[in-house]
């Protein structure tokens, strides 16, 4: 090969070079991707988290809350539509990052995941048939036919009634079509719950007897090893609370001030 066409390969070779980095200077850098937070929710538990009519998207307190707290973290939510009692399990094996489905604080649960702070005050309510008059309180369960929501406090109480036939479904909208049948006397589930139920015309032929049992403390639930994640969604919540937003998701889905 002569030096000549050696010399010219070289140039050639260093054109090709300036051209392939003049391309590549002239590219605007791309912004990162937001990091993605996978939130675990079952949503058939309006207020909370359910899917509206029209799009089917997931809404609800739960998921308004959870993107408001997304977004002081700079983190896109996903919400990954989960049975209730698989959320822990899907938690601990990392399908999820957080759990934000009206879960409430209990000793049972704290010992397999963390617990934000608390994001909402609730308890355990009754809801029977409008011309039910045999049920006024929990006392009154007992022997009798009790629908509840899987894996939740609820299920829970409605299990240490006495001689009480329990049945158990997936969802909450699956326990009020149970006592719209006649298959169950009553339903027990938190308050906010059956008072959305009732208020989106379950009023029509069902009504909310007794004292609220046994006030409860929602939180946001991660890993127990996630120690760091727990730490940001409690700034978050407090950042929320203090500038006015934590209020105005409540106010939206509840239509008062928060207690």
């Not at 140039?11 to 990162?32: D, H, I, M, R």
């Not at 005050?121 to 899987?150: P, Y």
């Amino acid at each position: 090969m002569s030096k000549k066409w050696i010399a010219f390969a070289s140039l050639a070779l260093f054109a090709l070079t300036v051209a392939l980095a003049g391309c590549g200077g002239s590219q605007q850098a791309q912004p990162a991707a937001a990091k993605v937070l996978k939130v675990g929710a079952e949503a058939t538990f309006p207020p909370f988290e359910f899917q509206d009519d029209q799009n089917k998207d997931y809404v609800g307190f739960d998921v308004d809350l959870m993107k408001a707290i997304g977004k002081q973290m700079g983190m896109e939510v996903q919400v990954a539509n989960t049975a209730f009692d698989g959320l822990i399990p899907a938690l601990e094996g990392g399908q999820i990052d957080v759990i934000a489905s009206a879960m409430s604080i209990t000793d049972e649960r704290a010992k397999k995941v963390n617990f934000s702070k608390p994001y909402y005050k609730s308890g355990l309510s009754i809801i029977v048939k409008a011309d039910n008059t045999a049920v006024k309180n929990f006392k009154d369960l007992e022997g009798k036919r009790i629908a509840v929501q899987i894996g939740t406090t609820g299920a829970e109480e409605a299990k240490k009634i006495k001689d009480a036939k329990v049945r158990e479904f997936n969802s909450a909208s699956e326990a009020f079509l149970e006592l719209k049948a006649g298959g169950a006397d009553a339903v027990v589930n938190d308050l906010p719950v059956n008072e959305y139920y009732l208020a989106k015309g379950g009023n029509k032929d069902a009504k909310l007897v007794g004292e609220v049992l046994n006030a409860e403390e929602y939180g946001i639930a991660v890993a127990k090893k996630n120690t760091e994640l727990a730490g940001k969604i409690n700034k978050a919540l407090d950042e929320l609370k203090q500038n006015g937003e934590y209020a105005k998701i409540y106010e939206k889905w509840f239509g008062k001030k928060p207690q």
